[in-house]
């Protein structure tokens, strides 16, 4: 070895063994702030439990006695401002997130975390330009950061930037390993059908197909895919129908107006009820099956028939108030009621609410349709029929 090699080589341990030390250094600063006082407060364990019994507003009051007492505690700033926007208090929050932003001390991970939740402050509160700036800023500190990478996906989602929205998400799924196949379907849906609002059919079906490539239990890109074949193909159209119920026997019922269509462009309507047929013999339940044949029944003249259909599906859901508004319609059509009854189930057809209740299995948010994304939790696929209940949804 040369001189100059060899000194270049103890240059080199001699620099390690300096950086070695400034990092044990800071290890130590960093361990020491990492075990602080304000852990041994009896507020914070309080804090902490009101937490976890989920109640929300006795751990604000007991964490901020903490922050009163130790008032350098980032942890605690931190649950506590994202416990101020939780209950609705955005501007505390972002006001808690500004405090602990203006600090010299935070590490690197620290920093970006807070200005991600800043982001995610401005975002609930509204403030939409603000919050992406600050998710940005949170992006320049540490590119990697889930919390700011999420929170622009969602930011791109409720300005409806589908093909922004789909990019991050395909990001998000490859740092952290996880198959989001389900949601980037979604959102190729939603890219598609801004293909057809823009008259790009070609465009629109590949979005569609691709979607389900993604994940076959995508069911409004089977609907929609579908919906772009009908008229060209619409062979092809109730085959993709067919293959959604094979897919999603659950969601079955929200294919029946499009494959009832399909099946009539065929010019073979009678094999609505036969898929009626089959799908009641896989679960004598289903009531929306019997409710379609009854439909189809009723409208080619058969009342009667329609009618004991009926009788046999409330027998399993005599709950189902669907169900009930079909029968008063069947009594009307075997003209059995008199003009007080015929009133009557005018009255009822108008004012019922909730005939056809779904809920989104994430926040309870309830709705008289199925919805894809649900406007409260902005999650996807989570809206199941609500006399199901959770265990048949998909999360
Ligand atoms: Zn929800």
Redesign the pocket.
Known sequence: MTDTGLLAVLVATAAGALAGGAWAAGRRKAGERQRPAFRSSPHYTEGLHCLATGQLETAIHELGKVLREHEDAVEVQQVLSHLYREVGQVERAIEIHRELLARRDLTRAERAYAQASLGTDYRKAGFLDRAAQAYALALDVDPRNLHALTGQQKLHEEQRQWREAYEIQTRLARMRKSDDGLVLGFLQVEMGREALRSGRKDAAEEAFRTALSLDRRVFPAHLALAGVLLERDPRRAAQVLEDAIAAAPERAYLAFAALQGAYAAMGEPSRFAALCERLVGQDPRDFRARLALARQLREGGRAAEALGLLLRALEANPHILLVHLEVWRTLRALRVLGPDEQRYVATVEESALYVDPHI??????RADDMLWR??????WN?FVEERVGPAAGTR
């Not at 649900?374 to 999650?379: D, G, I, K, W, Y």
């Open positions: 989104c299995t994430v926040c309870r948010y649900c406007p409260h939790c902005h999650e989570t």
